[in-house]
T-cell receptor, first 115, second 110 residues
């Protein structure tokens, strides 16, 4: 059973389109995250939700909007896609708010290519 | 601003060699340091370190943290080709987000 799953695995789309990436975790964790990994493999946090409450909102364009319908799901919607949005997007989860003792478990990633 | 610096950025070794990967950090209110291994897809968890001087070990991999000098090392002994991956160091400071270094790309040749 996949602990943290993301769909789709690959997404190829045109500039200007709107797309969503979905994430689900079956670990019973309270906290979920979205990270972006650029072409240089640098991982950077974008958002985090704890029990459906937004706790991290890094400086990302407001074209990116996370939505957490329940604590097992965290979706990422991107409006008006741009070439620079091409990257691998990772979802992760942890048992609780990161207080020093929480490991984050990552999903398989969604590779987004904007043409 | 929190900073995590890994070195070297890339490394090529022969099977059987021992490697040491470095991670230094500057963060506000350090809480923990984590090592991840990333092969083709998602980073997978290796170790979490919160206390200085206590070595964590798993098979041929081990890691230790020095909170005074603000660094950690990840050792891999008797390397195998399956150890080829990007090794990521991440630090949790005063915020909720893990701050990642740029990673060390390790290639183990037969």
């Amino acid at each position: 059973d996949t602990a943290v799953s993301q769909t789709p695995k690959y997404l190829v789309t045109q500039m200007g389109n709107d797309k969503s990436i979905k994430c689900e975790q079956n670990l019973g964790h309270d906290t979920m995250y979205w990270y972006k990994q650029d072409s240089k493999k640098f991982l950077k946090i974008m958002f985090s939700y704890n029990n459906k409450e937004l706790i991290i909102n890094e400086t990302v364009p407001n074209r990116f909007s996370p939505k957490s319908p329940d604590k097992a799901h965290l979706n990422l919607h991107i409006n008006s896609l741009e070439l620079g949005d091409s990257a691998v997007y990772f979802c992760a989860s942890s048992r609780a708010r990161p207080n020093g003792g929480e490991t984050q478990y990552f999903g398989p990633g969604t590779r987004l290519l904007v043409l | 601003e929190d900073k995590v610096v890994q070195s070297p950025l890339s490394l090529v070794v022969h099977e059987g060699d021992t490697v040491t990967l470095n991670c230094s950090y500057e963060v506000t209110n350090f809480r923990s340091l984590l090592w991840y291994k990333q092969e083709k897809k998602a980073p997978t968890f290796l170790f979490m370190l919160t206390s200085s001087g206590i070595e964590k070990k798993s098979g041929r991999l081990s890691s230790i943290l020095d909170k005074k000098e603000l660094f950690s090392i990840l050792n891999i002994t008797a390397t195998q080709t399956g150890d080829s991956a990007i090794y990521l160091c991440a630090v949790l400071g005063s915020g909720y987000a893990l701050n990642f270094g740029k990673g060390t790309s390790l290639l183990v040749t037969p």
